[in-house]
């Protein structure tokens, strides 16, 4: 393999996408034009969303002045016309959100977009519930938009009601509700600061990807509502430490074996009236994973995760009276393991259910039906996302790695014969789909190596309808001043310590004959989030590469993807098998003879800003420089619902903390390290770097710091991104990790 790479590296590759014509030298791709207006991606347009009737697209686009500002735009599909219908810059107050709205966004993974983040289209497709700083406005397709609150304070998780006849929302840590065009009233009580309703607990927004605390029923004649206790949770004091002063907020923050919020779910109608309890069991240490009415309205399914996150039981509630019964029970799919949640799942008009389960040890798609259980799809590889299911046809629409874990596709397959497994995208690219709610019409995003992210519309078969967003990389687009420098991405495989293929992608710049290059290592490390794909990277990649770095990520056991195998092995032993397995791509880089051994550096943020440590720590001597961004550095500090999944507790499994911390070996650290935080992270408590950082001054042992006061878990944005790879990149600079001298020739 060494010698193809070898000789793969060492010659200059066009991509299919580059003019041959171009004789103009590619002006310098730095830093600050990778995060300035407009994005060299291209148009990025979010939320992509079909109308009731299927006439009209809608979808958030952002400006070509300020990329993270949105819009809301409207495509209709019969003049085939593009419109604004919401500007957010004229129409918008400006007014600062509130601190929880705030936070809120962080975790949504939405915090550094302005304007418009979020919206919804009414029942009946004549208009567009859109929320703008803080505030709510009906948009209507004629033009007209209507301002619903005009309020200091912030309106959270703003929804219609299912039916149309209600907007509501939460404020002051009430559940408010109103019928369309009325004034809104709160329909629960006002408790002590410690009670919220509507809202979804901490660790439901950051952890199990639930952002809401209320369901309406699909008649609008009741809604559920989530009761949060967080009198129990420890409070962690969060100095906000900004440019021109210091806000200190006490967090209700669930550290690892910790006390968790209470969670309570209530019944009642739109007016607050006729309250029932809903009975989620007599053991109250749980988690509310998931809350779905039937389709019908008959019956409410919760499901309810034990603590130790091993157990999953779905429970059927009825609506009148709040009694319930376990309608399944879903357990993790072998010893040592734990339940990943998941949105993939669909309720059938006809009361079946379609659901994702890791029980063979690959996620796949099952139906629950009056005879049982049946699976639908199976072989290893992973079912990555239900996107809907067209019931009159009895076709179910789904994301996977059937063809290749580096290339996501879309497929379909028929509930009569699931064996027959249609793929409806292209080879070559990597795609995600949504679709309407009768599974008849898709919204497809696609991208590849060469190709920045394209949308468009396309029928059951997979046929291309329409373009939302072509995107195409010609004259005019963005980055094409900087193709003619562009490099290609090559893959391969490399074994771990028990022989599992190990991906791994690289950049190379390029390379003179003979020549040494210094390595930008890149890692994430931690379970979930795959690194390696064959989807579109942004210019950020190709900037580093401009500067004369070899760019390679490889995506170690634990990553998600691959099948429970693939992931058990971090189970009670982070900072283990991970930095091993991302040890043996140090050791495949050193054995290619244009990398520069001595040249090699590692960076991450979050867990890959642990990671960083702990290979410092596992391989003193190895590595040219570390950079650890916003660390975690001892899991006793990090929230229960993540960090127990992996780990247990504190408690129960004391030697796994101890083995995983990144304290008692921090003096071990003799390359160079630069520790980066975001002063305000709610995410990350400061905390984690401090400790470490108290423990290097405290030992005498030298280090680099870079803090970003008033910023978050997210350090970024169009000023404060370049000023941070800048810090990192002169850093290397300054310790050696520098490109060799070229010499100049074509």
Do not use: C
């Not at 430490?241 to 669930?254: N, S």
């Not at 292209?426 to 497809?444: I, K, N, P």
Request: charged share 20%; glycine share 8%; proline share 6%.
């Amino acid at each position: 393999m060494r010698t193809i790479l070898a000789a793969l590296a060492a010659t200059t590759m066009a991509t299919p996408v580059m003019a041959q014509d171009m004789v103009e030298p590619a002006p310098e791709l730095t830093f600050e034009r990778v995060f300035a207006s407009p994005s060299l991606n291209g148009a990025t347009p979010r939320q992509a969303k079909l109308s009731p009737d299927g006439r009209y697209l809608t979808v958030l686009r952002n400006r070509e002045d300020e990329r993270e500002r949105y819009d809301l735009w409207a495509y209709d599909r019969q003049t085939s016309q593009w419109s604004m219908l919401v500007d957010s810059g004229a129409l918008g107050s400006g007014r600062a959100l509130s601190e929880d709205e705030r936070m809120q966004r962080e975790r949504a993974r939405v915090g550094d977009l302005r304007g418009i983040i979020s919206y919804q289209w009414t029942p009946d497709g004549t208009g567009l519930l859109v929320p703008l700083d803080g505030d709510l406005y009906l948009a209507r397709i004629g033009g007209e938009v209507v301002q619903l609150t005009d309020t200091e304070e912030s309106e959270l998780n703003p929804s219609l009601s299912e039916d149309g006849g209600y907007v509501s929302f939460v404020r002051d840590r009430r559940l408010w509700v109103g019928a369309v065009g009325s004034e809104p009233q709160p329909i629960t009580p006002a408790e002590e600061d410690t009670i919220r309703w509507g809202e979804a607990e901490f660790v439901a927004q950051e952890e199990m990807s639930r952002l809401t605390g209320y369901w309406w029923a699909p008649d609008d004649s009741r809604i559920v509502v989530q009761r949060t206790d967080e009198s129990p949770v420890g409070i962690v004091t969060r100095a906000a430490i900004g440019a021109t002063g210091t806000q200190v907020y006490d967090q209700r923050y669930p550290v690892a074996g910790s006390a968790n919020a209470l969670v309570q779910l209530f019944v009642m109608d739109p007016d607050g009236g006729n309250a029932v309890e809903v009975d989620l069991g007599a053991e109250t240490d749980i988690y509310l994973a998931r809350v779905d009415w039937a389709p019908d309205g008959s019956a409410i399914y919760v499901q309810r995760q034990n603590r130790e996150q091993t157990v999953l039981d779905m429970l059927r509630v009825d609506p009148a009276t709040g009694a319930s019964e376990v309608f399944f029970t879903e357990n993790a799919a072998m010893e040592d393991y734990w339940i990943n949640l998941s949105d993939n799942y669909r309720f059938l008009d006809d009361g079946r259910l379609v659901w994702w389960s890791e029980r063979d040890r690959f996620g796949h798609l099952y139906l629950l039906g009056p005879d049982g259980w049946q699976q639908l799809t199976q072989g290893e590889w992973v079912v990555t996302s239900l996107v809907g299911v067209d019931q009159d046809a009895g076709r179910v629409f789904f994301q996977g790695t059937r063809d290749d874990v580096l290339e996501q596709h879309v497929y379909s397959l028929d509930l009569a014969d699931p064996a027959t497994v249609t793929r409806l995208t292209e080879a070559g690219f990597t795609h995600s789909a949504s679709m309407d709610g009768a599974g008849q019409t898709m919204l497809v995003s696609r991208s590849s190596d060469n190709t920045p992210p394209q949308i468009y519309i396309a029928d059951q078969s997979g046929a291309r309808v329409a373009w939302v967003e072509e995107n195409a990389l010609n004259a005019d687009h963005p980055y094409a001043p900087f193709l003619a420098s562009h490099r290609p991405t090559q893959y391969g495989t490399i074994a771990a310590e028990d022989g599992t293929p190990l991906y791994w992608e690289m950049v190379t710049p390029d390379m003179e004959p003979g020549q040494r290059y210094p390595v930008y290592f890149y890692h994430y490390g931690g379970p979930g989030p795959q690194i390696v794909n064959r989807g579109w990277d942004g210019a950020l990649r190709q900037a580093i590469v401009d500067r004369g770095y070899i760019w390679f990520a490889l995506d170690n056991r634990g990553s998600n993807n691959r099948g429970v195998a693939f992931e058990q092995p971090l189970y009670r032993a982070m900072g283990g098998v991970e930095v091993r397995d991302q040890a043996a791509g140090t050791a495949f880089l050193q054995t290619l003879d244009f990398v520069d051994p001595d040249k090699i550096a590692i960076d991450g943020w979050s867990y890959g800003g642990y990671m960083t440590l702990k290979r410092l720590q596992a391989e003193p001597g190895v590595y040219a420089a570390g950079i650890s961004g916003a660390p975690v550095t001892r899991w006793e500090l990090y929230d229960t619902h993540y960090t127990e999944r992996y780990m247990g507790t504190p408690q129960a499994d004391a030697q796994a903390y101890a083995t995983s911390s990144a304290i008692p070996n921090a003096t071990a650290i003799t390359d160079p390290v630069l520790i980066i935080h975001g002063m305000a992270d709610d995410n990350v408590v400061f905390e984690n770097a401090t400790e470490i950082i108290s423990v290097w001054q405290e030992n005498n042992v030298p280090f680099e710091m870079m803090l970003y006061p008033g910023y978050t878990h997210r350090v970024s944005g169009e000023q404060i991104s370049p000023h941070r790879y800048n810090t990192v990149f002169n850093f290397l600079e300054r310790h050696g990790v520098t490109p060799p001298e070229t010499s100049g020739e074509d």
